[in-house]
């Protein structure tokens, strides 16, 4: 029989509106029977008729609870789960809230600020023996389970060079003109490494680190330009992991003055290239929701597939429209991560399969690696790991 996970989702915009109606396709659609996601209540700091308003418009049951703060909603004794939708710059004080309030806590990426606060939320959760995983959503996708899947069985050979971009040209002055959005916002963590070069690290690491039985962190060599405001507009990484047989490379860009897939359909070709010496994986933008793949393999062997989401999509989407043009008529495909978070408590486990803590906490070792590089700072109030502090 099918158990009930029930889900609080902290905060209201575009990112929470799309999780929530993705909690609301039935999985049934995606050969998924054992659980059912229910949201029960959702918080707005904006108080709580925005709440209210929020939960009619993702077509919540009309019994879901409306709340003006999050310490109300953490506070609500029917809530399982808690979907942190903030900006990342608050994501260590309100992920931290929840894990002290003795919820476990599905966290939206990038994961914290810094490396630091990661260790510091795993260590909360490990001393309340909760549940705690990054919505790094790609990583669940069965696309991405599909080229792990290659890289381990041996198909592509020995893997040793992983290329990953996700860039956007978002025109920053004249979509963020005042300087206060959270891509360009230094009080927000603003920038493209953290919101987008996340993606690209994620595919270097689900590819190169992630697949091997005992992975060891990459050095790293990284360039970076900076935004007027600060953040960074533009950033590219390489990345050495070591390996007995040889090391393997890992090239990671990300950028805002440029397109990824400069037309939205395909035409610009794959934006991970995972290469091995039988062959090679590709994979087509937007890499934070790809819907293609390519294998070639020395063998004269070309496989194309298509990766569809199940499920009816609903609502405006988010990241400047670009969800909405790439899921029309689709699920979105974040009902995979929530799948695996109501699994992993449903079962008694405190971690996520695909990107455990230790992973998502070396990810921000090498975003932290990068940002010292190349001076990039944020205020001390999103960098601290002391708690509570007022955002």
Aim: glycine share 8%; net charge negative; hydrophobic share 40%.
């Amino acid at each position: 029989m099918a158990k009930t996970v029930r889900w609080g989702i902290l905060a209201t915009g575009a990112i929470a509106e799309t999780f929530s109606r993705d909690l609301l396709v039935d999985p049934r659609t995606r050969n998924v029977t054992s659980i059912i996601h229910k949201i029960v209540a959702a918080a707005s700091s904006s108080g709580t008729s925005r709440a209210t308003d929020f939960l009619r418009n993702v077509g919540a049951p009309l019994e879901a609870k409306g709340y003006g703060s999050y310490k109300e909603l953490v506070a609500d004794p029917e809530v399982d789960i808690v979907y942190v939708a903030t900006p990342h710059s608050h994501h260590y004080q309100n992920a931290m809230l929840c894990l002290e309030a003795g919820k476990n806590v599905l966290c939206e990426k990038a994961f914290t600020v810094n490396a630091a606060q990661a260790r510091a939320l795993t260590e909360k959760a490990r001393e309340r023996n909760l549940f705690l995983m990054e919505a790094i959503w790609i990583r669940y996708l069965p696309l991405s389970i599909y080229v792990r899947d290659l890289i381990t069985s041996g198909r592509l050979g020995n893997v040793t060079r992983v290329t990953a971009d996700n860039s956007a040209n978002l025109n920053p002055e004249v979509s963020w003109a005042d300087g206060q959005h959270r891509m360009v916002n230094p009080d927000l963590a603003g920038g493209a490494l953290l919101d987008l070069g996340i993606y690209s690290l994620t595919w270097i690491f689900q590819t190169l680190y992630h697949t091997q039985a005992c992975p060891t962190p990459p050095t790293v060599v990284s360039s970076l330009r900076k935004y007027s405001t600060g953040t960074d507009e533009m950033t590219s990484i390489l990345l050495t992991f070591p390996r007995p047989e040889g090391d393997a490379h890992g090239i990671a860009t990300t950028a805002m003055r440029i397109d990824s897939d400069i037309t939205q359909s395909g035409a610009s070709g794959a934006a991970v290239r995972v290469q091995g010496d039988n062959g090679e994986l590709q994979v087509w933008p937007p890499i934070w929701r790809p819907t293609k793949t390519k294998l070639i393999l020395r063998d004269g062997t070309v496989e194309d597939k298509v990766w569809p989401q199940p499920g009816p999509g609903k609502g405006s989407g988010w990241f400047n429209g670009f969800m909405a043009k790439h899921a029309e008529g689709e699920g979105y495909g974040m009902f995979w991560e929530a799948d695996e978070a109501a699994l992993a408590i449903i079962e008694g486990r405190k971690e996520g399969r695909y990107a455990d803590l230790s992973e998502s906490i070396a990810v921000m070792d090498v975003m932290d690696q990068v940002r010292r590089q190349n001076g990039l700072d944020y205020p001390e109030k999103i960098e601290t790991t002391q708690y509570p502090v007022e955002l």
